[in-house]
């Protein structure tokens, strides 16, 4: 199998949700979770290596890439979106039926 290699980076967002870790990069929108944190780290670099084969063995890569709202830059540097922001918002007061 050829790999394609590409330049970039990611924002991977860990979040503790019971007893597990979940690891989410927007940019991307993939996920995935551990037991431990370290774990997850481990979960995610997995998914993120199937991500890319598949995305390259399929053919769909540039235009996946795309849809997610990355720039090309030359042939091998890609631009992920950049987190500019995160915060904590209240959630109003709603009523579920």
Known sequence: MIRK????QVSVCFMKEKESFVAYSPALDLSTCGR???EAK????????????DCTEMGTLDKVLES????????KQWLPPIPVHEETVSLPDLAFV
């Open 5 to 8: 290699k590409i330049a970039a």
């Open 68 to 75: 997610l709202g990355w720039e090309k830059k030359g042939r």
């Open 36 to 38: 431990t944190l370290e």
């Open 42 to 53: 481990k979960n995610f670099l997995e998914a993120l290596d199937i991500f890319f084969e």
